[in-house]
């Protein structure tokens, strides 16, 4: 019999920037509408411009539909773009530093230092999201000696 995989609900959603989303939906309408009067003109740089304006479209929705970050039990996923997803487990992690600049650093188990950039983050949020990694990180800490 096979197993199933447990579908992992999320701790905490961190949410992304409503200014990043907004300049997504603008620029993505605006090519999306600009290839459409190309291709109503007969014009050929309609078919260019339309490779652009769905990959646009694609990732803007994608965007909305995701968040920033989720906090897990035991990860914490960071979905920037959408080729651009980052998975920290807090076994690996030693130490959760300041975040500067939009920059959150973190230490892990083997003293490397790892620059997370959170550019797209809600500002209202960094401290949360920091705040609950480092809270798993502790107990997982704990939790090991």
Do not use: C
Request: hydrophobic share 50%; proline share 3%; charged share 20%.
């Amino acid at each position: 019999m096979r197993n199933k995989e447990k579908d992992e609900v999320a701790l905490v959603n961190i949410d992304r920037n409503p200014l990043i989303l907004l300049l997504s939906i603008g620029v993505s309408t605006l090519l999306v509408y600009m290839a459409y009067t190309f291709i109503l003109d007969l014009n050929p740089w309609g078919f260019v411009i339309m490779v652009p304006a769905t990959f646009l479209s694609f990732q803007t929705i994608w965007l909305l539909l995701t968040p920033f970050a989720m906090v897990f039990e035991d990860k914490l996923e960071i979905k920037r773009s959408l080729f651009r997803n980052k998975m920290l487990f807090y076994v690996d992690i030693k130490k959760v530093g300041a975040i500067k600049n939009n920059n959150m650093f973190i230490s892990y188990n083997d003293d490397e230092i790892a620059k997370i950039p959170l550019f797209g983050i809600k500002t209202s949020q960094l401290n949360t999201l920091r705040s609950e990694l480092d809270k798993h990180v502790t107990l997982v800490s704990n939790e090991r000696g």
